[in-house]
């Protein structure tokens, strides 16, 4: 079996897990055992429980569930779009490729956190939490295609000078098909590699904007929210499964890598 | 004539950017809000000058005309947080930044670079897991992890800023020279038995140069980006630290000009990649 | 009392021991100070500065919680609390040299109780229309004078740092145990010993320290890490995670100090014109509501579980921490399912199932705002959303962060309930005044009452401003324990908890005896020393 069958039939099953988390996990990620907080981890708790005796392992199943949907769906959003504007960018001519670049310097500057603070205030405060998630996730999609745009934009021009490129334009290939048939497949290592930094770079975000009241609301968890725990470091050394997201997100992210990479072999 | 209309696209981009994020600063909530406001033994006429003073660019047009005109005399504002002139603010905080992001930008860089080269020329699909991993890991520990764990090591938030960019740099580069080798040049230099490292650097390396150099300009704006979360909770006395604060205040001033500053640098640093993959493109 | 009685012990007996001169002090502020002129300092790392720096006349002992004098040998309230004379201490100056007179105390509480500067510290002493007027009667003698009585007036001027009317310095010329040497922004500020410091240990000037360096250090984390590696001698405010870290690494520099002036609290918006759905306004209004709710609350769990028992359930605006004003008749409302029940089955609520609906049928559904970023108080909003769970009442956590939520709560109304925390810093009630004025922009209820909307309300406006005219403190006590009783029974704040006070001090540091009160390790700063052997 190759690696990429291996990658796609764990990813499936992981995914699996968390759609079926109901069914799966011993416990809601709301229930809080108070008798037993922090407790190390135990047959009745797999990976122990949280301040407020919740336990983990729940809350990662539930967690990942918003988190490992979410995520990757904004990163396949910024992607598409830095895809597109690159793509529109470099062949519809200069004006517009300085267009598009003018545009992304702005996006990359701009303090976004401001948009993300006023559209979450639109939102009804008994909104549901789902929605809450949307949004921020939806939001950091719309805005992460400046960076990878800019990059892919660079290839499609030197892309514009080959000789299969100039054969296809001598041939009479409109634009459309040229970008879509012949440029396109030659960014996607650049689009895979966006798709791979994103994806937990998103993540992440969402918990960092739950600092700023962005987040994934309680009691709902999320593999950023679980992750935050790690600040407290001296705490990895005395309760050490509270790793376990941490290490769940790497194999997920391992697996993703697996399942998109090129062939390993170069030079 | 080229050289004049980048630069007035600099500049509507410079103006363009100041505008927009002020205008956000305007519309998210909080605005014009202060903890002071909560302190119960105000009256009515200081609550109402707190507001006052708050509420200073609550008409965006206005506000930034009076801005700009004040910019032309090298006047930048006073911050409202801090009260104090946003010049100096800056001109103490900007050699902090700007050490700690350069050093952290060129050591990313550096190892990045390294460790593709090392990769392509040993060419060990043990080397290229382990460092995938690795880099994935970074990827996906949460930016305050890194950030605390590198001062438990002694480390200064240079360090936190090198080991955030060089996950994004190294995946980038990784996939550019991947995909540069299934090139049939560099097919054609290797059935003809050059050697690896020269394949790598001259046949491999170099006809994406444009790629590499417009990922070096977006790395500016990636270390920006480091910078503010890593100065924040290393408490690094530099202008990612007072970012963060102005955020959480609202300081429109502060981040106005915080925000020229980015743009400026950014598209400054796309600029410089674009003017130089123009000039090698008109050489060639 | 026990705590304060043994720590007070243990400062007696330290200081027995030979004080050992010179040495700086290392500790932290959580942010840049805002201002380093003391009529307007109104945050707590300000304040910490002008502790260390501004000398004042009267001192409140934060450990005794009496008064006691500095600056002033002795004073003298007069004229049922309008009046106030000085007795001044001679032969003192100022850290540059000028000498220390009556003028001076004049200037000050001119540049305070200006109309310009808008200063909180001055803002307290009004008590009425008219001006204050400083009557200078000699070198070493001066009244100050009020439209209207001052209750507790003595107690103010511990935050009245006196300043110099000639020094060339202006603010920077001060009396306190230290002045500002050094301030790089963002970074530290360095404070050296006030040569010219007025108070003496065997004729010697006092502070023990030459220096005491102020690490600005946001995070917490950091804070730690340096305490543990010796970088820092002093944590005035541990986080009940930290304290119970160290605890694990059996530390015998941590301490807990017993409840603080500090409680979490959470009210309901009975603002009438809150742009709510008008079903849950009147939720919100019926006392059987916030009754139930409360009894609904399992205190004791938040205390254990949020705050590893640091913490002891809220009673009322005051804790018993604040020995003379606590009302000790009354205790915290207990977590009692059937009362909570029988509090909503007055009002017409019912149960379908596990849903709570009201007599109209709407499923008892609310929100609660709270700032992101605090971790305990993401912690007591998840744990009320179960308490309430188990009667039947959703409750959507909302966390914003704090400048919008500052925004829903003083201006927009746009909330339905609010989880906060409040920081006493004075003991006396007459600074809670505007949280308790129907007309006060600050009650957190429904601020800005043309009319108090309640005969409750009402009746706390007469006993609040009783309290404020007069000075005999048995009277003033008599009217605020009716408030307390007030809000105790009708529930506008669901007092939660009351937050222990967590510091670490280092071994080498002697005479630290913590106090409730801020500055907590502080506030014998002149007599701390570091053993160096």
């Known amino acids: 079996m190759t690696k990429r069958r291996v990658a796609a039939v764990l990813l499936l099953l992981l995914f699996g897990v968390l759609l079926a988390a109901e069914h799966v996990a011993p416990y809601s990620y709301a229930t809080q055992f108070r008798d037993a907080p922090n407790a190390r981890p135990s047959r009745s708790f797999p990976l122990g429980t949280d301040a407020l005796g919740r336990d983990r392992l729940s809350r990662l199943i539930y967690g990942g569930r918003g988190s490992m949907l979410l995520a990757p769906a904004a990163a396949l959003l910024s992607v598409g779009m830095a895809l597109a504007i690159s793509l529109l960018a470099g062949c519809l001519g200069r004006w517009w490729e300085r267009g598009a670049m003018a545009m992304a310097d702005l996006s990359l500057s701009m303090p976004w956190l401001f948009a993300l603070l006023a559209i979450r205030a639109l939102l009804p405060l008994n909104a549901p939490p789902v929605a809450t998630m949307l949004v921020t996730f939806g939001l950091l999609g719309l805005l992460g295609w400046a960076a990878p745009s800019r990059v892919m934009l660079a290839s499609v021009k030197r892309h514009l000078q080959s000789d299969f490129v100039l054969l296809a334009r001598a041939s009479g290939c409109p634009r459309g098909r040229l970008a879509l048939v012949h440029l396109a497949p030659n960014l996607l290592p650049l689009a895979l590699a966006q798709f791979l930094v994103t994806t937990p770079v998103f993540l992440l975000a969402e918990a960092t904007l739950g600092l700023l009241g962005l987040g994934v609301p309680e009691p709902l968890p999320s593999w950023g929210g679980l992750l935050q725990e790690l600040e407290n470091l001296p705490s990895i050394a005395a309760s050490p499964w509270i790793l376990a997201p941490l290490l769940v997100l790497i194999a997920v992210v391992g697996l993703f890598h697996l399942l998109v990479s090129a062939d390993p072999y170069s030079v | 004539m080229a050289v004049a209309s980048r630069a007035a696209l600099l500049l509507t981009i410079l103006i363009a950017g100041g505008l927009l994020a002020a205008t956000l600063v305007r519309v998210a909530p909080g605005f014009g809000m202060d903890e002071r406001l909560l302190d119960a033994r105000l009256n009515n006429d200081s609550r109402t000058a707190i507001e006052r003073q708050l509420s200073q660019g609550s008409d965006i047009v206005a506000y930034y005309g009076e801005y700009l005109r004040r910019l032309w005399r090298g006047d930048l504002g006073d911050s409202i947080s801090l009260g104090r002139p946003v010049r100096e603010l800056l001109s103490e905080r900007c050699g902090v930044s700007l050490r700690s992001g350069l050093a952290g930008m060129g050591l990313a860089w550096a190892t990045a670079l390294l460790a593709v080269v090392v990769l392509e020329l040993a060419r060990a699909k043990t080397c290229e897991a382990v460092a995938s991993l690795a880099a994935g890991a970074l990827l996906c520990v949460p930016t305050a992890v890194v950030a605390l764990g590198c001062l438990y090591l002694g480390g200064k938030p240079s360090l936190a800023v090198a080991a955030i960019l060089f996950s994004r740099i190294f995946r980038y580069l990784r996939n550019i020279v991947r995909s540069a080798c299934q090139a049939p040049h560099v097919l054609a230099a290797k059935a003809l038995g050059i050697r690896r490292f020269r394949l790598l650097t001259f046949h491999v390396m170099a006809p994406v140069w444009p790629e590499i150099l417009a990922l070096a300009g977006v790395s500016v704006s990636m270390a920006v980006g480091a910078l503010i979360p890593v100065e924040a909770l290393c408490d690094s006395p530099g202008v990612g630290q007072l970012v963060w604060q102005a955020a959480v205040a609202r300081d429109l001033p502060v981040l106005v000009n915080v925000t020229l500053i980015i743009t400026g640098l950014t598209a400054a640093a796309n600029l410089m990649a674009d003017t130089f993959r123009a000039t090698r493109e008109a050489w060639a | ?533």
């Open chain 3, 1 to 533: 009392m026990r705590t304060a009685g043994l720590f007070l012990l243990a400062v007696l007996s330290a200081g027995h021991l030979a004080a050992q001169w010179g040495g700086e002090l290392h500790l932290c502020l959580y942010g840049e100070p805002r201002t380093f002129r003391p009529e307007l300092v109104d945050d707590e790392n300000s304040e910490t500065v002008r502790y260390l720096t501004g000398g004042v006349l009267i001192r409140v002992n934060r450990l005794t919680q009496e008064l006691q004098p500095e600056l002033a040998s002795s004073w003298k309230v007069e004229k049922n609390g309008r009046s106030i004379t000085f007795q001044l201490r001679e032969n003192v100056l100022f850290s540059d040299g000028t000498p220390f007179s009556a003028d001076d105390v004049a200037y000050t509480m001119e540049v305070l109780m200006d109309p310009a500067v808008h200063s909180p510290t001055g803002d307290a002493f009004r008590s009425g229309a008219g001006p204050v007027r400083a009557v200078v009667q000699g070198k070493f003698r001066v009244s100050i004078v009020f439209p209207e009585t001052v209750a507790g007036m003595a107690r103010l001027f511990d935050q009245v740092a006196i300043q110099s009317r000639h020094s060339a310095l202006k603010e920077q010329a001060v009396l306190g145990p230290f002045r500002i040497a050094e301030h790089k922004p963002g970074s530290y500020i360095l404070l050296a010993r006030n040569p010219n410091y007025w108070a003496m240990d065997h004729g010697r000037r006092l502070p023990y320290l030459d220096r005491v360096r102020l690490e600005i250090q946001r995070s917490r984390e950091i804070e730690l890490m340096r305490f543990r590696r010796g970088e820092i001698d002093l944590i005035s405010s541990l986080n009940p995670d930290q304290f119970e870290q160290l605890v694990g690494e059996r530390r015998t520099d941590i301490r807990d100090a017993g409840p603080t002036l500090d409680y979490e609290m959470l009210w309901f918006n009975m603002n009438p014109s809150a742009p709510i759905p008008s079903y849950r306004k009147t939720w919100f209004a019926s006392r059987n509501f916030r009754r139930a709710i409360s009894h609904a609350i399992r205190r004791d769990d938040l205390c254990r579980l949020v705050f590893h028992g640091h913490a002891q359930p809220g009673i009322g605006p005051f804790s018993p921490a604040n020995r003379f004003w606590f009302n000790q008749k009354l205790k915290p409302h207990a977590f009692d399912t059937a009362a909570a029940r029988r509090f909503l089955a007055a009002d017409g609520f019912r149960w379908e199932g596990s849903q709570l609906r009201d007599r109209d049928g709407h499923p008892v559904e609310f929100s609660v705002i709270t700032n992101a970023g605090n971790r305990a108080r993401e912690r007591e909003a998840a744990m009320i959303q179960q308490d309430l769970a188990a009667i039947g009442i959703r409750l959507n956590v909302v966390s914003l962060d704090f400048a919008s939520l500052l925004e829903r709560i003083s201006k927009s109304s746009q909330y339905e309930a609010c989880l906060l925390g409040a920081t006493n810093v004075d003991l006396d009630p007459n600074e809670q005044m505007n949280r308790w004025l129907s007309s006060s922009a600050d009650l957190p209820w429904n601020p800005n009452q043309k009319t108090p909307a309640t005969p409750w309300e009402a009746e706390i406006d007469r006993l609040m401003r009783a309290q404020a005219s007069t000075t005999d403190s048995a009277r003033r006590k008599q009217s605020f324990d009716r408030v307390q009783e007030i809000a105790w029974d009708q529930a506008p704040i669901l007092f939660l908890a009351t937050k222990d006070a967590l510091v670490g001090v280092s071994p080498a540091l002697r005479n630290a005896a913590p106090a409730v009160l801020t500055p907590r390790l502080l506030w014998n700063v002149e007599r701390l020393w570091i053993d160096r052997k």
